[in-house]
Each structure stands twice: as structure tokens, then as C-alpha cells.
């Protein structure tokens, strides 16, 4: 600390030890500033207080189009609830729910903000809003003491979806505590009209416990530090979006999910299984859309708007597709909708019928069918050229692995054999001659002299049934007959099969 | 005459309650136990200052000071009195839940630790009593005591006590001051009962990060907190760090108490 720097604190420090033994008041660490003096468009905007919302509910759209002074008056309160069935958990809260209240404003409002922390709360507070654009997202500006109110007013430049979140230390636990929520700036266009608004939050909870035992858990320090939460749930508790509880709509509707992660540490693959995200606004900016979208990620501290039409009737359950959050870990919420049923959109199971496979009894009805939907499917394929050289292809592809498995060592990669020992299998007319005899000799093995272009070799090759299936066999083939100059058509697994079973 | 009698009742009813307090047997809650001379680690320090504080041998309190004792306190000061008390040196929820001026009540039962005391009041009443507020340094020191050695910081049961503790919201009623196991020292409920105020509360002021003038709790936010921290996994020292920072002077809360601390002679 150099003496230019050590000088101010001194006398800040002497100053404080007179006045503390006159017992005069040096109030402690204070940074109030007084209230700003707004200039006079602002101070004449209109006054209107924010609609606060608990999740899942979202204050209904701003329909005016100017802007306004908004005041928010915002209660921190350390509560005890239900984290899953059986279990309680102290939950550190903005306006006593775990999201914290939804706040929703206007781009260009101007918001007074306070944080009262109530008196029965055990620490201090602060408030950093994502939608802020100054020190600490408001946090320098709202660390308040039990039983105290701090005040500071922003101006809302951004439009978006942003989190807020206490910023105090250690920030882990008072966000795995559950202080964390949104606030939506809508843009001053508006958002477009949907017909069901709804808001969740996914976090983390470190307990004490593992996942279900019963009782009053406590923060787990080691498991927050080392990112093992056996909680990672939807709107503070598992099951808070289930049952009763689940988000509701009519079929034909369009849903709007106001969705944020408050961590404080794991990121979201956010997905609704049997829906489509007709819109995503990703990361909570509101200019980007994108569509059609199966599932989102949202990062920690983050946010995304997903909207969607529900097409047809059914529940639909929100998850975190990293599934073992889903299913083990509470990460699962649902969204229950009503209304006719649109077979063309979606049938509902149309037959449920015995399939046997081919485990089925030789002359059955069902090797019949089987029999019937196998020579349709090849048909099909075989009058479509497209389809027909994609699975020639895929044969290709799949028959050069074996090739490079097995046979490469003798007849080489590039299918020339080796002189006087190996015959070539690259333009080689033996081959090419007799596609069955090829088949059997992959199966088989062949020992003795065989003429070969013109030169004759006399070793032996080592039978491969016991080593490929039909399939491979088929594939390698197809890959041999298409490779180095050669052309032929694909062989399948049914020729081979019939090849196999022939005793000589 | 007659005017002094009155104010001789309560001072007797005070000295009463004082005595039956000293009585709490086996606690002693009016004892106090030496705490040897050792080091303290700041939490947050600037890069140049030591890491460690010598810290003197001192005496404290083995329990926080209860609403007895205060009101003993209040008893024999009338200026620190609920309805009497300079707004300048305790805010309004000061002695809050007594029923009034001279009787604590049962929501703040006579062996519960006092709170809703702001530091002034804490200060006065350690000057009354001939002793002082303990330092940070010195409190510090003697609360990394487990209950089985004089740095218990790692120990299994003093740290799942703790983090219980911090789990769970202020409760209605206070227990016992003496209630709580006691430490390495003989101490009791440093961890798992109150908050308790230091005499340097507010040194975020002078040993805090050099960067910002502005004091501590400016770095306190976010990861940022974490910059130049002694131990960043030490969750309950920022907490405690958090809630002096939070503080003035004058302010109290539901679960803020003290006590006393004396130096060795």
C-alpha cells in the first residue's frame, strides 16, 4: 500500500476511533447517495406501480405506449417450504416464491426500485438485474441489513428477458438458495398477442441429503462447490408444475414460456416433449427469432422465450433433456391440454398387433406378413434408382470395413493380391464371372490352382462363414464388386443366406 | 425521597435478575474463558497486508450477554431505554420485541441472548459492564475453535452445526444463551445462535480492498467477492463478512447480539 493511498484511510480510521469514543455516530460502511434529481420529462412521466407476479404467472402485457416512472417494491423473506415431498428447505426468496416475482416493465421506463429486507431475515440482501446497465446490475446500490429498505432507480435502455439475482457473498448459496427470478423489458413495439403467458425457472439445490430423504435439509457447501446438486427442479420444488399444478391450455392455443436459469450453476437443455418451439427468442434478446426448434439451451444467469401452438390436445412435459435431471432429479414440469382431438395432426396408436419377428413359426400368418412387408420394401427399393444406390452405398461404405478388417492383409488395399501368391481381385475376370461363385468362396474358403487374368495361383483361402454374417458378407462383396475399376450390382443377405445353407 | 425510590425498585429488580442469571449453575453465563494468543487470517485483504494477525491472548464472555443482563444494563442507564434512546444511536426497531422500556417479555425470555441492539448500545453497555466489544480479529480467532480443538474450521460436527444453523430462519423465540454446546475454549454459541457484533464491524473501511475506497462490500458481489479471498470455500466467514458489511452503527436486527471481551491484564 503505497503512503498516498494509506494516508486517507488513516485519518478516515483516526476519525472514526474520535468520534467512536465521543460516541458519536460514524454510520458504518454507507454509500447512500441521496435520491437522484430526475430531470423534468422524467419526473412528469406517470407513476404506475408493477404488477408482481408468483410463478407460474406472468403480470398481464403492458398495453401502453408511452413510457411511465415504474415503482417496484420488492420483499426479500427467508422462508421455510416444501422442496419435494417430505423434504423442507429454507428458501431464501424474492417476494416469498422460489422463482422470485416476475417483474414486467417497458423499454425506456424509468424504475424505482426497492429492496426491503425483512426484519426476520437472518442475512443481508442485494438485487443484480441482468436488465441493468450500471455497478452490480443494481447490487452496489441495494445491499441491504435485516429489517432495512434500500432504494435506486434505473432506466430500462435494453429490451429482453433478463434474471435478476442476489449478488451478495457467497453468491452460490444465495442463489442455491433460491434468489433468483425475471424481469421481462418488452420491447416498445410490444410482444405479438399469444393466449397463454406463463413463467419457470429451472435451479440447482445443494442439500444436505440425497434426492427424497425426508426431513429439513441444509445447504451442502461441498456438493455446491464441487457442482453435485441432488435437486435440479422447475420453479423451486420438485413437482411444482405437476398434477394440480401444471400450466394449462386448450388445444389450438398459442403458449408463451417466459423461461430462465438461475443456477447457480448448471445450464438447461430446455425441451417440451410432443412440441415444437414454433419460436424461440434465444438468450432472451427479443429481436433474434428462431423457428421451429426442439430444444433450447439456457444458460445459467440466462433466459429464453419459447412459444409454441398446441396443436392437440394431451400433456405435455417440460423437461431439462439433460434426462437424468428429468428423472432423477426433479427436473420435470407439465403442461396440461384440453380440447378435441385432431387425428390427421396426431392419430393416437391406430393398431396394436402380435409381431413375432423372425421368431415367428414358418408358414404363420405373421412370417406371412413379415414375408409381405419385406418383399414390398424391396421392391420399393428396387424401383426407386435413388434409394437403390443410397443402400448400394451404404453397402459400399460398410463392406470396405470389413475388406480393411480381413481381407486386405492377403489381397492388399488396393486389391492387387501379391504376384505369384495372391490373385488381384481388381478387374479380375475369375471374380467377376460368377457372382454365386463368389459368395460361396467367401464362405468357403478355396483351396487349389484357379487362373486369374491369365496367370494361375495355387494357394489357399480360409472359409469366413463362421467369422461374417450374411449382411457382411453381402456388404464386402458389394464393396469388392465397386471398387478398383470393378462394376457390379449389390448383393444382399438373402442370397448369401441361400448359399450358406448348401452343403456340398 | 420518594422520587429515589423509584428508581431504587428497578434497580433492584435488576440486580435480582442479574444474580439469578449469574446462577445459571453449571453454564455460568456471566463467566468469562481466556481465549490463547494465536493468528488470525483476514478473510479479504489487500495483496501487501500480512496474511495473518497476531492476535494478544484476551478474555470472553462464554455466553452472549441475555436480556437479563441488558436489562440491567437499561435499568441502570436510562438514556439507552427504548423510549429514550437517541435515534442517532440505535434505529427504531432497537429492543423491539420487549413488552417495554423495563421488561423483555415473552417473546425475549430473560436467559435468551439479547438482540435488536445496535452497536452503540452493544459498546455502552461493555463500558458499564467494565469490559469491551472484541475485535474481529479476536472474534474470529476464538470462533474457529471446534468443540475439540482451537481450529476446528474442518471439523465434521462444528461445521454441520454451523451450515444447520445458517439453514434455518431466525426462530420466534430465542433459546438460552447457554444452551449451546461449548467449544475447544468453553465458549458457547459463537456458531448457531446469534450474530453477534465486533468493535471494528466497520473496518471493511481500513483493511478492506485497496481498489475501491468505497469500502468492502462493493467486492462483495457476485464472483467478484471471491477476489483476494483468504479461502473461497469458506461460505459462513463471507456471510459473516456479508452481514457486518450490510451494517451502520445504529442498526439492529432480530438475530444481532454481542458480547464482551476483555483484554488480559
Known amino acids: 500500500m503505497n503512503p498516498t493511498r494509506l494516508l486517507p484511510l488513516l485519518v478516515r480510521a483516526a476519525g472514526f476511533a474520535v468520534l467512536a469514543s465521543l460516541g458519536l455516530a460514524n454510520e458504518g460502511p454507507s454509500d447512500v447517495k441521496g435520491l437522484v434529481v430526475l430531470p423534468p420529462d422524467v419526473v412528469n412521466l406517470p407513476v404506475e406501480q408493477a404488477i408482481l407476479t408468483a410463478p407460474p404467472h406472468v403480470p398481464p402485457p403492458i398495453t401502453r405506449t408511452y413510457s411511465a416512472r415504474v415503482v417496484v417494491n420488492l420483499e426479500v423473506r427467508e422462508v421455510v417450504g416444501r422442496l419435494a415431498d417430505g423434504v423442507e428447505y429454507t428458501f431464501w426468496t424474492y417476494g416469498g416464491s422460489v422463482p422470485g416475482s416476475f417483474i414486467r416493465i417497458r423499454e425506456g421506463d424509468v424504475v424505482e426500485f426497492h429492496l426491503n429486507n425483512h426484519p426476520s431475515s437472518k442475512l443481508p440482501h442485494n438485487i443484480d438485474l441482468h436488465a441493468v446497465n450500471g455497478s452490480g446490475g443494481g447490487a452496489t446500490s441495494s445491499f441491504t441489513a435485516p429489517g432495512h429498505s434500500s432504494q435506486f432507480t434505473f432506466q430500462a435502455l435494453n429490451p429482453g428477458l433478463f434474471v435478476y439475482h442476489c449478488a451478495t457473498a457467497p453468491v452460490p448459496m444465495h442463489i442455491g438458495n433460491g434468489m433468483y427470478g425475471l424481469i421481462l423489458v418488452e420491447p416498445k413495439g410490444g410482444l405479438p398477442k399469444v393466449d397463454r403467458e406463463y413463467y419457470v425457472m429451472q435451479g440447482e439445490f445443494y442439500t444436505t441429503g440425497k434426492y427424497g430423504e425426508e426431513g429439513m435439509q441444509s445447504f451442502d457447501m461441498a456438493k455446491a462447490i464441487d457442482e453435485r446438486p441432488p435437486y435440479i427442479v422447475f420453479n423451486g420444488a420438485v413437482g411444482s408444475l405437476v398434477g394440480d399444478k401444471a400450466m394449462t391450455a386448450q388445444a389450438g392455443e398459442h403458449v408463451r414460456i417466459y423461461f430462465g436459469v438461475g443456477g447457480p450453476n448448471l445450464t438447461s437443455s430446455l425441451h417440451v416433449i410432443g412440441e415444437i418451439f414454433d419460436k424461440v427468442y434465444p438468450e432472451g434478446g427479443l429481436s433474434l427469432v428462431n423457428h421451429n426448434v426442439q430444444t433450447t439451451l439456457v444458460p445459467s444467469g440466462g433466459a429464453a422465450v419459447v412459444e409454441f401452438q398446441v396443436n392437440v390436445p394431451g400433456t405435455y412435459v417440460l423437461v431439462d433433456h439433460s434426462l437424468t435431471r428429468a428423472f432423477n432429479k426433479g427436473a420435470l414440469g407439465m403442461l396440461k391440454a384440453t380440447g378435441p382431438e385432431n387425428r390427421v395432426i396426431y392419430s393416437g396408436k391406430e393398431i396394436d398387433a402380435v409381431y413375432l419377428g423372425s421368431q415367428a413359426d414358418a408358414g404363420s400368418a405373421a412370417a406371412r406378413r413379415e414375408a409381405e412387408l419385406k418383399a414390398k420394401i424391396a421392391a420399393e427399393i428396387k424401383s426407386n434408382p435413388a434409394i437403390a444406390s443410397l443402400t448400394k452405398e451404404a453397402q459400399i461404405e460398410k463392406g470396405k470395413q470389413v475388406y480393411m478388417g480381413l481381407c486386405f492383409a492377403c489381397h492388399q488395399p488396393d486389391g492387387n493380391g501379391l504376384p505369384k501368391i495372391f490373385p488381384p481381385l481388381a478387374k479380375s475376370d475369375f471374380l467377376l464371372a460368377d457372382r454365386d461363385r463368389a459368395i460361396r468362396i467367401v464362405l468357403k474358403g478355396l483351396v487349389g490352382p484357379v487362373t486369374v487374368n491369365g496367370v494361375t495361383f495355387d494357394s489357399a483361402m480360409p472359409p469366413q462363414e463362421a467369422a461374417l454374417t450374411d449382411q457382411q458378407v453381402a456388404d464386402v462383396l458389394t464393396y469388392v464388386f465397386n471398387t478398383w475399376g470393378n462394376k457390379g450390382e449389390a448383393f444382399n443377405a438373402d442370397q448369401v443366406k441361400a448359399l450358406r445353407n448348401q452343403t456340398h | 425521597m420518594h422520587l429515589r425510590k423509584v428508581i431504587a425498585l428497578p434497580r433492584l429488580f435488576a440486580a435480582v435478575l442479574a444474580a439469578t442469571a449469574a446462577l445459571y449453575g453449571a453454564v455460568d453465563t456471566a463467566g468469562m474463558r481466556t481465549i490463547p494468543a494465536g493468528a488470525y487470517a483476514p478473510l479479504v485483504r489487500p495483496a501487501k497486508d500480512a496474511a495473518q494477525v497476531p492476535v494478544a491472548a484476551f478474555l470472553l464472555d462464554a455466553c452472549p450477554v441475555t436480556n437479563a443482563e441488558f436489562l440491567a444494563f437499561v435499568t ?190
Do not use: I
Not at chain 2, 154 to 171: F, G, I, S
Not at chain 2, 181 to 191: A, N, S
Not at chain 2, 232 to 245: E, G, I, K
Open chain 2, 76 to 265: 441502570a442507564n436510562p438514556k439507552w431505554r427504548r423510549s429514550q434512546v437517541s435515534r442517532l444511536f440505535a434505529d427504531e426497531s432497537y429492543l423491539g420485541r420487549w413488552a417495554d422500556d423495563l421488561t423483555p417479555g415473552p417473546r425475549t425470555p430473560a436467559d435468551a441472548p439479547v438482540v435488536d441492539v445496535s452497536w452503540f448500545a452493544a459498546r455502552a453497555y461493555a463500558r458499564w459492564a467494565g469490559k469491551r466489544l472484541p475485535t474481529t480479529a479476536e472474534w474470529e480467532l476464538a470462533a474457529a475453535a471446534g468443540y475439540d480443538q482451537p481450529d476446528g474450521r474442518n471439523e465434521e460436527a462444528t461445521r454441520r452445526d454451523l451450515y444447520a444453523w445458517l439453514a434455518r430462519p431466525v426462530p420466534a423465540v430465542l433459546p438460552a444463551a447457554g444452551s449451546l454446546r461449548p467449544d475447544f475454549h468453553g465458549v458457547r454459541g459463537l456458531h448457531g445462535l446469534v450474530w453477534e457484533w465486533v468493535d471494528d464491524f466497520n473496518s471493511a473501511l481500513v483493511t478492506g480492498e485497496s481498489r475501491a475506497d468505497a469500502g468492502l462490500e462493493r467486492d462483495l458481489f457476485c464472483g467478484a467477492g471471491t477476489v483476494g479471498a483468504r479461502d473461497p470455500s469458506d461460505y459462513a466467514a463471507f456471510m459473516r463478512q456479508a452481514l457486518r458489511s450490510s451494517l451502520q452503527a445504529s442498526n439492529t436486527t432480530t438475530s444481532l447480539g454481542f458480547r464482551c471481551a476483555k483484554s488480559l491484564p
